[in-house]
C-alpha cells in the first residue's frame, strides 16, 4: 500500500467514525424531543395510576436529567451518559413496549430474519440486473432493448406492497405458496431437506417480490450507464482496432460502467438492516422493517435507537466500502 | 376502526365447558390442520386449529401485558378465580363459590380441588394468595394492580382465599376476571417479576404454551388433564399476518381456520365463498367513540397544568343540547363505518352486564328543533354570515368551534367531517383538525385547551372505570377529559362503589348514565361491532350465539372439534 493510499484509507476512516458518533447522540436527542410518555407509549387509562406511571419511569431511568447532570452532583449523571456507557459494554438496554425483552436480543432475531430475505434478492438482482443491463444497452434500439426497458421500468415504478398483494395472491391461489410467516408452524419435519424446502417455499415469495423491485433498478442504472460509457471515443477506438466485442464490452466497457453501479449496490446493501418494510408487512416477515415501524408506534425508544444505530453504522460502512472499491477501481479518486 | 388510544383488555371469558372428550378417534399430524373431510364421526377430536390475527402478544408475562392478543394468550394459559361469560355473566372458575360477610368487608372464595399446573403441580390457595399479592405490590405492571389493591389475602386452608377489605366494594367479581393465577413455586424465585419474559409459561388453563415467537406466532396445546374437561382439538396456532388483505387470502387459500378481524370491505368476498362463514357481533371488549366538550369550570381548571381555553359558549347546556340534536349517529354508523356499529348513548357501553341503561331515549336527529334551541336561547346570526353569535355576556365572538381528532383512527376523520357538515346547517361553525394521540393528550387533559374532540376509551367488565371519567377528583388526573363537575354524580359514584348487593349497584349505575345523557358533557356516537370469520370444513362448534363475538376465546377453542 502506497503512503496516499494508506492516508486515504486512514481518513476515510476516521470520517466514519466520526460520523456513527454524531448519529448517536442526534438519536439519543432525537427521540427525547418528540412528545408524549414513553413510559406508558402514549396510553391513557383510567386503571393506570399515577403511581404506576412513576414506577415505570424511575425503572426506565426517565427521571433522570436527559443531557447533562445540571442539579448538582456529578454531571455525567444524564441519560445521555448512561446510554453511551451502555452501549460501550455492547448493552441497548430493555425494550419499553416489551418489557422483558432486551433490544440487542429483539434486533438481533429481526436482522437475521431480514438477512433472509434481503441478501438472496439483492444478489439474484444484481447477477440478473447487471447482465440484462448490460445486454439491453449492448443491443440499444433492438426490440430486446425495449422488452428490457419496458420490463424495468414497470417493476421499477410499481408499488412495492401493490406488487407484493398481487404476487400473494397469485402464488397462494395457484401454486400453494403460503401466504405468511417464514415457517409451516408447528410443522414436524423428516429431516433437513423437509425443513428447507419448507423455508424455501416461504422465503419464494417476498424474495420474488424484492428481486423484482431491485432488478428494474438495477438493470436501467446499468443500461444507461453501459450506453454512455460505449459512446465514449476509446471503445470507439477499440472497433477500429478491429477487437472482438466481447473483449470491448469486458475491458474496456464493463469495468468503467460499473462505477454509479457499485454506488448504487453499495447504499442499497447499506439500507439492507432497514428490512423490506412494505414486503415484510405484506408477508408478515418478522424482520427489522416491521419491528422498527411497531417502535415508532409505541415510542419504544431502545429498540428504535439500536435499529436506527445498525441503519447507521451499516450504511456508513457501505459508504465507506464504496470510497475504498473507488479508490481501487477509479485511481483518479485516490490521488485526488 | 377502533381508537387505538386505549388498548382495550380483552374480558376474561371463561366457561368450564366439561364436555368429555371420549377416546381420541383421529389425530392428524400438526401441519395438515384439521382433519380430513368425510370420515370422522361426529364426535372427533383432535387437530390443529389455525388462527390468524393482525397482532401479536407484547408479552407472555400478564402483569406487562398491554395488547389484546396478550390477554387472548393469558385466557387460555392461565385460570383465574371468577370468570365473565359471552354474555356478561360472572361465572364460577377457579372459585366454585365465593360469599361475602354481613358487614361487606369480608370475601370467602372456596376453590376447586383437582385444578393442577402444567407440570403437574396441585394449584392451591397459597398460589392464588401469591398471585394476587404479586398483582397487587408491584406497581411497574401497567394494569392489574388496580384491580386487587384494596385486598388484604389470607389462606387459611389450601382450597379457601379469604381477602378483606377495608370498606365494601361493589365490583369484587370484576376485580378477580383478570387475576390469573400463577404458581408460587416458579414465581417466588423471580426477583424482578416485571423484567421476568415468563417464556415457560406455567398456567392450569385449558390449553399450555408448546411454541413461541415474538411477532411471529403462538403454538399452544391442549391440557388433555384440564381440571374443567380437556378441549377437543390438540392444540391451536395463532399466526400474525400483519396486513389484512393476507389475512383474507390465507383465509380463502385454507391457510388459517379462522380470522379474528378483517377489513369491513372483504366482508361480501368472503360471505360468497361457500366453505367460510362470517359472523358479526359484539367485540369482547367493546371500543367506545366519543365527542366531547371542555367544560371545565374557570375555578377547577387545573393549578399545575390547566390552560382551560374552552369556547365559552359549550358551558352552556343548551348549546350542548342543540349539537346533540345534530348528530345522525345512524348515518354515521351506515357511511363512516360501513354499518358495522350500534348507536350509542352512554358512556357505559352495552353488553356490559345489565349495567348498560337500555331505557335512556336519546335526543332526536332533527335538525329544526337545534336550530330552535339555539334561537330560544339566545344565540342569533346577527351578522348574517351563517355562523351564529356568542351571546352578549359571553366573551367570544360566534360559535365556531375547535374540532380535534385522533390522526391514527381510519374513520374518524370522516366522522368529523359528517358531524361538522350537520352542525354548520344550524350555524355552528368548526375548525378540523387531527391531531397525532400524543399531541391530542397534550391539549385536552388536564390541560383543557380545546373545544370539542372526537375521540375515545377502551372498556372493561366493570362500569366503575369508564364512569370514573367523569368525576370532579379526576380534572387534575388528567383521566376527565371534559371537565365534568357534578357532586350529586360524584355521590352516587361513591355509593355504587361499596354497594355489594347488584341489583342496588345497577340502579344506581343506571342513574349515573341517565345524568349524565341529561348534562351531555359527551356524545356517544356509536358502539363499534366486529367481523370475524372461519372456515366451515376444517372445524365445528364455533360459538356464535351469544351476546359477545369472540371465536379466539375458551369458550369457542375448548368445544370445536374437526369437521366430519
Redesign the interface.
Known amino acids: 500500500m502506497s503512503r496516499g493510499r494508506r492516508r486515504y484509507v486512514i481518513q476515510k476512516v476516521a470520517f466514519a467514525a466520526l460520523t456513527v458518533f454524531v448519529v448517536i447522540t442526534f438519536n439519543f436527542l432525537l427521540f427525547r424531543v418528540?412528545?408524549?410518555d414513553p413510559a406508558?407509549?402514549?396510553?391513557?387509562?383510567?386503571?393506570?395510576?399515577?403511581?404506576?406511571v412513576?414506577?415505570?419511569q424511575e425503572?426506565f431511568g426517565l427521571n433522570d436529567p436527559v443531557f447533562i447532570n445540571l442539579e448538582g452532583g456529578n454531571p455525567f449523571e444524564s441519560q445521555y451518559f448512561a446510554y453511551l456507557g451502555a452501549l460501550i459494554r455492547g448493552d441497548l438496554g430493555?425494550s419499553f413496549?416489551?418489557?422483558?425483552?432486551a433490544v440487542a436480543s429483539?434486533l438481533g432475531?429481526?436482522l437475521v430474519n431480514t438477512l433472509w430475505l434481503v441478501l438472496p434478492a439483492q444478489i439474484i438482482s444484481i447477477v440478473l440486473g447487471l447482465g440484462l443491463g448490460l445486454v439491453a444497452a449492448y443491443k440499444r434500439g433492438t426490440r430486446v432493448d425495449f422488452a428490457a426497458l419496458v420490463f424495468s421500468l414497470i417493476m421499477w415504478s410499481l408499488p412495492t406492497?401493490f406488487l407484493g398483494?398481487v404476487l400473494?395472491?397469485l402464488g397462494?391461489?395457484w401454486l400453494?405458496l403460503?401466504?405468511?410467516?417464514?415457517i409451516?408452524?408447528?410443522?414436524?419435519y423428516t429431516g433437513f431437506w423437509d425443513q428447507a424446502l419448507d423455508i424455501l417455499r416461504h422465503l419464494f415469495l417476498p424474495t420474488l417480490t424484492l428481486a423484482l423491485v431491485l432488478l428494474g433498478e438495477y438493470m436501467l442504472i446499468m443500461r444507461s450507464s453501459v450506453v454512455e460509457v460505449l459512446s465514449e471515443d476509446y471503445i470507439l477506438t477499440a472497433k477500429a482496432e478491429g477487437l472482438p466485442t466481447g473483449q470491448i464490452i469486458r475491458r474496456h466497457a464493463f469495468r468503467n460502467a460499473m462505477l454509479p453501479i457499485v454506488t448504487l449496490i453499495a447504499l442499497n446493501l447499506g439500507f439492507t438492516v432497514s428490512g423490506a418494510i412494505q414486503i415484510e408487512?405484506?408477508?408478515?416477515w418478522?424482520g427489522l422493517g416491521?419491528?422498527t415501524v411497531?417502535a415508532v408506534g409505541q415510542?419504544d425508544f431502545p429498540v428504535l435507537q439500536g435499529a436506527f444505530l445498525l441503519l447507521a453504522v451499516s450504511v456508513v460502512l457501505a459508504n465507506l466500502i464504496v470510497e475504498l472499491i473507488y479508490g481501487w477501481l477509479d485511481p483518479r479518486v485516490r490521488e485526488a | 376502526m377502533r381508537s387505538r388510544?386505549?388498548?382495550p383488555l380483552a374480558v376474561l371469558v371463561v366457561v368450564a365447558a366439561c364436555t368429555s372428550t371420549g377416546t381420541t378417534t383421529s389425530g392428524p399430524?400438526?401441519?395438515g390442520g384439521a382433519t380430513g373431510p368425510g370420515t370422522s364421526p361426529p364426535t372427533a377430536t383432535g387437530g390443529?386449529v389455525?388462527i390468524?390475527w393482525g397482532g401479536s402478544p407484547?408479552?407472555?408475562?400478564p402483569g406487562?401485558g398491554?395488547l389484546t392478543e396478550a390477554y387472548t394468550i393469558y385466557e387460555l394459559v392461565y385460570d383465574t378465580p371468577i370468570g365473565l361469560d359471552l354474555d356478561g355473566n360472572y361465572v364460577p372458575e377457579l372459585a366454585e363459590e365465593w360469599s361475602v360477610s354481613d358487614d361487606g368487608l369480608t370475601w370467602t372464595m372456596k376453590l376447586v380441588e383437582n385444578a393442577r399446573f402444567h407440570d403437574g403441580t396441585p394449584l392451591t390457595s397459597e398460589d392464588v394468595k401469591f398471585s394476587l399479592e404479586l398483582w397487587r405490590d408491584n406497581?411497574?405492571?401497567?394494569?392489574l394492580?388496580?384491580y386487587p389493591d384494596v385486598f388484604t389475602i389470607e389462606a387459611p386452608d389450601p382450597t379457601t382465599v379469604v381477602l378483606t377489605t377495608e370498606e365494601p366494594i361493589g365490583n369484587f367479581e370484576s376485580r378477580m376476571v383478570f387475576m390469573y393465577i400463577v404458581p408460587k413455586h416458579i414465581w417466588e424465585e423471580i426477583d424482578d417479576p416485571?423484567?421476568?419474559?415468563?417464556a415457560d409459561m406455567i398456567g392450569s388453563g385449558s390449553f399450555e404454551l408448546?411454541?413461541y415467537?415474538?411477532?411471529?406466532?403462538v403454538?399452544l396445546e391442549a391440557n388433555k388433564d384440564y381440571w374443567g374437561g380437556a378441549p377437543n382439538i390438540d392444540?391451536v396456532?395463532f399466526?400474525?399476518?400483519?396486513?389484512p388483505?393476507?389475512?383474507v387470502?390465507?383465509l380463502?387459500?385454507g391457510?388459517v381456520d379462522m380470522i379474528t378481524e378483517m377489513p369491513n370491505t372483504a366482508i361480501s368476498t368472503l360471505q360468497s365463498d361457500p366453505n367460510i362463514e362470517v359472523v358479526i357481533g359484539e367485540p369482547l371488549a367493546p371500543g367506545l367513540s366519543d365527542i366531547f366538550f371542555n367544560i371545565v369550570p374557570d375555578e377547577l381548571c387545573p393549578a399545575e397544568d390547566g390552560v382551560c381555553s374552552g369556547h365559552p359558549a359549550l358551558k352552556d347546556l343548551q348549546v350542548r343540547l342543540a349539537l346533540a340534536h345534530a348528530v345522525d349517529k345512524q348515518q354515521l354508523i351506515d357511511v363512516a363505518l360501513l354499518g358495522l356499529g350500534t348507536p350509542g348513548i352512554s358512556l357505559v357501553p352495552t353488553g356490559l352486564g345489565g349495567y348498560f341503561n337500555s331505557s335512556l331515549v336519546d335526543y332526536p336527529f332533527d335538525l329544526d328543533e337545534a336550530r330552535q334551541i339555539l334561537e330560544d336561547a339566545g344565540y342569533l346570526d346577527t351578522d348574517g354570515d351563517g355562523i351564529r353569535e356568542c351571546k352578549p355576556d359571553q366573551s367570544c365572538d360566534d360559535l365556531t368551534f375547535r374540532f380535534n381528532y385522533p390522526s391514527d383512527s381510519d374513520t374518524a376523520p370522516r366522522e368529523v367531517e359528517m358531524v361538522s357538515a350537520w352542525w354548520k346547517e344550524i350555524g355552528v361553525a368548526t375548525v378540523v383538525q387531527g391531531l397525532d394521540?400524543?399531541?391530542l393528550?397534550?391539549v385536552c387533559c388536564p390541560t383543557f385547551d380545546y373545544d370539542v374532540i372526537r375521540w375515545g376509551w377502551?372498556s372493561?367488565p366493570d362500569p366503575g372505570?369508564?364512569l370514573?371519567?367523569a368525576l370532579c377528583s379526576?380534572i387534575d388526573?388528567?383521566?376527565s377529559e371534559t371537565g365534568y363537575c357534578n357532586p350529586e354524580y360524584d355521590a352516587l359514584y361513591d355509593q355504587q362503589a361499596t354497594e355489594t348487593d347488584p341489583e342496588t349497584r345497577r340502579e344506581i349505575v343506571w342513574q349515573m348514565q341517565e345524568i349524565l345523557l341529561r348534562d351531555l358533557p359527551y356524545i356517544i356516537p356509536y358502539y363499534d361491532l366486529t367481523v370475524q370469520a372461519y372456515r366451515k370444513d376444517t372445524f365445528t362448534g364455533w360459538r356464535t350465539d351469544a351476546t359477545k363475538l369472540a371465536l379466539e376465546d375458551p369458550t369457542s377453542l375448548n368445544v370445536i372439534r374437526p369437521a366430519g
Open positions: 418528540l412528545p408524549g406508558v407509549g402514549g396510553l391513557r387509562d383510567p386503571r393506570l395510576s399515577r403511581e404506576t412513576e414506577a415505570l425503572r430493555f413496549a416489551f418489557r422483558d425483552q429483539l432475531k429481526a406492497f398483494i400473494l395472491f397462494s391461489a400453494g403460503p401466504t405468511a410467516g417464514k409451516t408452524i408447528g410443522a414436524i408487512t405484506v408477508f408478515s418478522p416491521g419491528l411497531r415510542r | 388510544w386505549v388498548k399430524g400438526t401441519t390443529t389455525r390468524g407484547d408479552s407472555l408475562n406487562n398491554l406497581e411497574d405492571f401497567p394494569f394492580p388496580s416485571v423484567a421476568y419474559d415468563n408448546a411454541e415467537r415474538q411477532g411471529e406466532f403454538r392444540g396456532i399466526q400474525t399476518i400483519e396486513n388483505d393476507a389475512r387470502a390465507a380463502r387459500a391457510d394521540p400524543d399531541t393528550t397534550s377502551g372493561d372505570f369508564l370514573g371519567v379526576e388526573s388528567g383521566f
